[in-house]
């Protein structure tokens, strides 16, 4: 595979519209939860990126035909199948997990291996384990791979300990298949979690409480086919209002839910950036004088993890000194350093970061240790004098479509190379 990078030349203003794509961390779950039912679904708003190609081959490996047909998923996954995910696939994307509780539900039986995917932490899948192990399945971990086995699912009362999303998913769509009406308590309430609840009852699944942190589900019930149109990218979008920030432009947002970005929206506000509902979607204007912030990054609505690198470019260029605490991953601050060779002044303490204003950014080769990260370096190339170069932005390409065209789109100077 030849490693491309991003050739940035900063200082341009970001004017004009774009369009996010569908939620990356919404429709790699509607991909697995078509595996609930032998008939076809088609996903609607599916972005090209390289996780959903990543699952796609998994659901292929587990005997499921997937074609895309432009912005459209067609998945089905028929009356046989593979039980088992494999690590050369899984070790690429560690949301693959979530095939876990479809399979278990549907076929009894599954074997994935234990995933790899981002280097922000050890993100544990203990608790989609646990869940599972109440609902009466047989877990085993051997070789390398998590085994599942059930001959009937029974319902259950499941308490997480931390609103996780992908446990949230996970347990969701093994519930539709146990007996009786499953509660899971302490749920994670993402806006891509209620997509998904959305598609399963649209298949026939009876889900209570989407949005909540009680979620009900009452199974078995025998799902159907449909047809569904994946939710806006919060995380795209609020990157893109970032680079509208970081840069001092004037762009409009089109395809995110602004009620999606509550929290993210009021910090930039916070900061001095015009944030404000727009037909069609959000426009964000930045002003050039940003104030410090203070943020912590938390479950939904909360602050997402999944911004706080991008909010740290901002926060750079800003007066005063903004303290971020990171809630959710452990090692979320390892692009640190690679900021502070543009010029950023950040420090972390424990799992804190000191983020003095700094005021301006200098271009400079620096490298991607995962896909949010990426994006934020990116940014930071952006607004910075002169030439940055962001080297191994597979990572971005993991979670962004077209990433440098849409930004070329609204003026920005950045380019993709081969890099050396």
């Known amino acids: 595979m030849v490693e491309s990078k991003f050739v940035i030349r900063g200082g341009i203003p970001l004017r004009g519209r774009v369009r996010v794509g569908g939620a990356k961390n919404s429709v790699l779950k509607l991909m697995a939860a078509s595996l609930l039912t032998p008939e076809e679904c088609v996903i609607h708003n599916a972005p090209r990126i390289a996780d959903v190609e990543i699952m796609s081959e998994v659901l292929r490996h587990l005997g499921a035909g997937v074609e895309r047909e432009g912005d459209s998923l067609r998945i089905r996954a028929g009356d046989f199948a593979f039980r088992e995910a494999p690590y050369h696939l899984v070790r690429r994307m560690r949301a693959s997990i979530v095939v876990l509780g479809p399979l278990v539900a549907r076929w009894g039986e599954a074997s994935v291996a234990i995933p790899g995917g981002c280097n922000i932490g050890s993100r544990k899948i203990d608790m989609h384990l646990k869940g599972l ?31 996780s999303v992908g446990a949230t998913e996970n347990l969701v769509m093994a519930a539709v298949g146990a007996e009786g009406t499953t509660r899971i308590e302490n749920a994670a309430r993402e806006p891509e979690i209620q997509d998904l609840i959305s598609f399963l009852v649209s298949m026939g699944a009876h889900i209570e409480g989407s949005g909540t942190p009680v979620v009900e589900v009452t199974g078995p019930t025998p799902l159907h086919g449909v047809e569904h149109t994946a939710v806006g990218d919060r995380i795209e979008a609020g990157t893109l209002a970032v680079a509208a920030a970081v840069t001092g432009g004037d762009v409009v947002i089109e395809g995110a839910d602004p009620l999606h970005l509550g929290m993210p929206l009021e910090k930039l506000r916070d900061a001095g950036v015009v944030a404000e509902n727009a037909d069609g979607g959000i426009r964000v204007k930045g002003e050039g004088d940003y104030r410090s912030v203070d943020l912590a990054t938390l479950p939904y609505p909360g602050f997402p993890t999944d911004l706080q690198p991008q909010m740290m470019v901002l926060l750079s260029l800003a007066e005063g000194i903004s303290v971020v605490t990171e809630n959710v991953f452990e090692s979320r601050f390892m692009f640190v350093d690679e900021l502070n060779r543009m010029g ?77």
Request: one cysteine or more; a negative charge; proline letters at 2%.
């Open 133 to 163: 192990a109440e609902m009466g399945a047989e877990i085993t971990t051997e070789h390398g791979y998590v085994r599942a086995r059930a001959t009937k699912l029974k319902a259950a009362n499941i308490l997480l300990d931390f609103p």
């Open 344 to 420: 950023c002044d950040i420090s972390i303490e424990g799992h804190h970061a000191i983020v003095k204003g700094v005021g301006r950014l200098s271009g400079a080769e620096v490298s991607a240790p995962d896909l949010r990260a990426g994006a934020a370096l990116v940014l930071a190339g952006l607004a910075a004098e002169g030439e940055t170069h962001v080297l191994d932005i597979h990572h971005v390409d993991r979670g962004y479509e077209r990433l440098e065209e849409k930004l070329s789109a609204l003026g920005a100077d950045i380019r993709r190379e081969e890099a050396d």
